[in-house]
């Protein structure tokens, strides 16, 4: 996607815009209780006295107000918890969670709604007819407030507990694999290692980590000049001032600006940057192996959840079409992929049987599957957590069962033969 749609695609997930847009519309509502009256032609059966309708509203305004005080705190609660428990990289997920947010949102917006009516009905805006339309919009906004609580009762059971932080997380390791996968070189053409580099170097503004590319951008360019884009750095990359970000065969102009079509912010972004994702993962799995957690069911969970989101990373990529035949991105090797979601578990799981058990049985299973590479991959990161193993270990018994299950990995070779 360009820039300005992952602009605006991480504005959406924001839980201001949210509010504001059903607050309005909460407001747009009572207003439009009023306007409306003349546009009803006919006279409506029974009348609704003022004091009937400013009561109910009187009780939304009231609760609303102490509802959405009230979870706002549990949210707040949730993400600290998130913080503290899991990994504060996975927060941001739960500040990003739609139902919260849409909660959050019908609370604001049914308080403002009610504000509203009350200021109007006080003004004497409405007549027999626009009492009776709001009688029944605010008998509509009960009902929606109702089904809400209901939904958000549910969700807080769950919200910032470790298993629901880490589903969050797989899914989001999931879509940007899926992207990935779907476009492998993000649209362009893969840079084969070893190429020539080009002349004219594009060099970073700030100090941060690349997070998104805007491939159009470069493309565009690139089929203007009749040049080619060699993109030297992915998202995920830190980045300092004097770092080149991509080489090109063509001298830029000065109101090129090719630099504009990489965003450095100060922390990574799961979208572009399915790397990331088992970064986090890792950490959660980290931090539950520590002395002051001693978590291994926990360790075990991540990597079984690895296990599911590389198994779908080595896969061969869907991808039929070239978006952008000007730009040459480099891949993202699977040994990087397997050191980032397996390397931290199996140096802070070194000693713990269970752990590194499941880690080789898991890596005996991807070994089979997927490309040539991936299996070897595979295979490099059981010999090195069998290593870890066998230097933190001083159980005999255990040693060897380790070094049996390590003895199952094996590229291309079926399980069990």
């Not at 572009?272 to 978590?295: C, H, K, W």
């Amino acid at each position: 996607m360009s820039r300005w749609q992952w602009i605006w695609s991480r504005i959406t997930r924001r839980l201001w815009l949210r509010a504001t847009l059903i607050g309005l519309l909460g407001v747009a509502t009572a207003i439009l209780a009023a306007v409306v009256e003349r546009f009803i032609p006919w006279q409506l059966p029974g009348a609704i006295a003022a004091n009937s309708v400013d009561n109910l509203l009187n009780i939304i305004a009231s609760s609303m107000l102490a509802v959405t005080t009230f979870s706002l705190s549990v949210a707040t609660s949730a993400y600290g918890s998130a913080t503290t428990n899991v990994t504060p990289r996975a927060t941001r997920l739960l500040m990003e969670d739609r139902l919260t947010q849409n909660v959050l949102s019908t609370f604001v917006g049914s308080f403002l709604f009610a504000i509203v009516g009350i200021i109007m009905l006080t003004t004497g805006a409405y007549g027999d007819r626009g009492r009776l339309v709001l009688f029944a919009a605010t008998i509509g906004v009960v009902a929606l407030i109702v089904v809400t609580l209901l939904r958000w009762i549910d969700h807080l059971t769950r919200l910032g507990r470790v298993g629901d932080t880490n589903q969050r997380v797989e899914d989001a390791t999931r879509r940007a694999i899926v992207g990935r996968q779907t476009a492998p070189w993000l649209g362009g053409h893969p840079l084969p290692d070893g190429a020539p580099a080009l002349p004219h170097a594009i060099t970073g503004r700030k100090i941060g980590y690349l997070q998104h590319i805007d491939m159009a951008h470069l493309s565009d360019w690139a089929e203007d000049k009749g040049a080619r884009v060699h993109v030297a750095r992915i998202p995920g990359a830190f980045i300092f001032p004097h770092t080149v970000l991509a080489r090109t065969d063509i001298a830029p102009d000065e109101d090129d600006d090719l630099a504009a079509a990489f965003t450095i912010e100060a922390e990574r972004s799961y979208d572009q940057d399915p790397r990331f994702g088992l970064v986090v993962m890792a950490e959660i799995a980290s931090r539950a192996l520590s002395p002051a957690v001693n978590d291994p069911g926990t360790a075990i969970d991540i990597i079984g959840r690895c296990s599911r989101l590389l198994a779908l990373w080595g896969e061969d990529p869907t991808a039929d079409e070239i978006a952008h035949p000007a730009v040459f991105v480099p891949p993202i090797t699977d040994d990087d992929m397997l050191a980032d979601a397996f390397g931290p578990i199996a140096r802070d799981g070194a000693a713990v049987i269970e752990v590194q058990l499941r880690l080789q049985k898991t890596l005996a299973a991807l070994s089979v599957m997927g490309r040539p590479t991936f299996s070897a991959a595979a295979a490099r990161q059981s010999d090195l957590a069998l290593s870890r193993a066998l230097a933190a270990m001083e159980f005999a018994p255990d040693q060897a069962r380790v070094t049996a299950a390590a003895s199952a990995v094996a590229p291309g070779r079926p399980l069990g033969s």
